[in-house]
């Protein structure tokens, strides 16, 4: 995805589910998608709750898609990639018990990281497990912004 595909319209993707799962991702796939018509589950106090990320920038307004990864047992790392050429959004990942219901104020998570940069500059997180994993992937909208992105997971064996 490029800047050239701005002005593309792109029909918002329905909810696979279960709860305010886009769709299911996976290692070597790459997905073309845009927050416009997403949710709004996480907010810019629960990403600083969770101790994804300070409450530096404001994910109070924008859409969001999440995606749901699993990591098998064994030793596994994931570099996630996020492009987004023509808004300014943000990429969360958090690691969660189950797919069945996404994680609230006052839900426990053990693991979540967010590398927020200004603009449209490439986003890239790094995860890695030694058992089954389950992983939401979120594509945040700052402010109010909505927009296109394409978001890549890349995994190998080992640590």
Same mark, same amino acid.
Request: glycine share 8%; aromatic share 8%; charged share 20%.
């Given at each position: ?40 589950? &996480? ?11 300070? %409450?530096?920038? %404001? ?43 996404? /994680? ?32 939401? @992937? ?9 927009? /296109? &992105? %394409?978001?890549? @997971? ?6």
């Amino acid at each position: 995805i490029t800047s050239s595909n701005c002005d593309d319209e792109m029909s918002p993707p329905a909810l696979q589910g279960p709860d305010c799962i886009t769709a299911p991702i996976q290692c070597g796939q790459t997905v073309i998608g845009t927050t416009k018509g997403g949710g709004q589950w &996480f907010d810019t106090r629960f990403y600083e709750k969770k101790y994804c990320t300070p %409450a530096t920038i %404001a994910h109070d307004a924008g859409h969001e898609r999440v995606f749901a990864l699993s990591l098998p047992a064994g030793d596994r790392h994931a570099s996630i990639f996020l492009d987004t050429p023509c808004a300014d959004l943000d990429m969360a990942v958090m690691r969660v018990l189950d797919f069945t219901t996404c /994680p609230t104020m006052d839900t426990s998570i053990s693991q979540c990281d967010m590398w927020p940069k200004p603009g449209n500059f490439r986003e890239h997180v790094e995860i890695s497990s030694q058992e089954d994993t389950h992983w939401l @992937v979120v594509v945040e909208g700052k402010t109010e912004q909505d927009g /296109p &992105f %394409a978001l890549t @997971v890349e995994c190998r064996d080992g640590l």
